[in-house]
């Protein structure tokens, strides 16, 4: 069964720590890994996408990197602010399963003053 | 620029009543369009997607069903609700492909509560 797994479920820090939120999926042969944003009671925003012949992607300060061979992507958010307060989700397309994007359940992230 | 919208916002309904919820996408032509449900400390899984009008694909047996009456419009319908049918209901659309490997954009999400 295809599953993805995000830990951890919950994370609180202060303003200014560099953070690392992690991603597991269950099957190596996928199309993409794409992390979101979700901020409470409202849509997703996608912050970035990883094809999967790809290692790594960039935007501002945050940095998600794939590793298919061990099923991880770990999204990397530096000097967090307040702002980045939101839950996090990891989705993956698995190869074969067109359309269908497998979502973690989320890291609930809080970053306080 | 490409916009989704999705009503309502929020929504309360009584156990065994029906239920329409509505999405419709701005800014783009023959859009993929899906309809996921979250709920509550999981992940969002996906309930039903369209190709086109008329085409729908169902991911999961359940309560609901999807019509796709008009391009850009996707709705989520139930005859009679059930309390399981309680959570948040997001849509997303997607460039067009049969096989669709590409990112999806998702609208704002109607929370649904079922008493």
């Known amino acids: 069964k295809q599953e993805v797994t995000q830990i951890p479920a919950a994370l609180s820090v202060p303003e200014g720590e560099n953070l690392v939120l992690n991603c597991s999926f269950t099957?190596?042969?996928?199309?993409?890994l794409q992390w979101f944003r979700q901020d409470p009671g409202k849509g997703l925003t996608s912050l970035l996408l990883i094809q999967s012949s790809q290692r790594e992607q960039t935007s501002g300060r945050l940095n998600a990197s794939l590793d298919k061979s061990s099923g991880r992507s770990t999204l990397y958010i530096a000097a967090s602010q307040p702002g980045d307060s939101a839950t996090y989700l990891c989705a993956v397309l698995f190869s074969g399963g067109y359309n269908k994007l497998i979502f973690g359940a989320g890291t609930r992230l809080a970053v306080h003053p | 620029s490409q916009t989704i919208h999705q009503w309502p916002a929020t929504l309360v309904q009584p156990v065994g009543s029906p239920l329409s919820l509505e999405c419709t996408v701005e800014?783009?032509?023959?859009?993929?369009l899906y309809w996921y449900r979250q709920a509550a400390g999981r992940g969002l899984q996906l309930l039903f997607y369209s190709v086109g009008i008329g085409q729908i694909s169902s991911e999961v047996p359940q309560n609901l069903s999807a019509s796709r009456p008009q391009d850009r419009q996707f709705i989520l319908s139930s005859k009679k609700l059930l309390l399981s049918d309680s959570g948040f209901y997001l849509c997303a659309w997607g460039i067009r492909q049969q096989y669709s490997t590409d990112t999806q954009y998702f609208g704002p999400g109607t929370r649904l509560t079922v008493l």
């Open positions: 800014g783009t032509s023959n859009p993929n």
């Open positions: 099957d190596s042969a996928i199309y993409n």
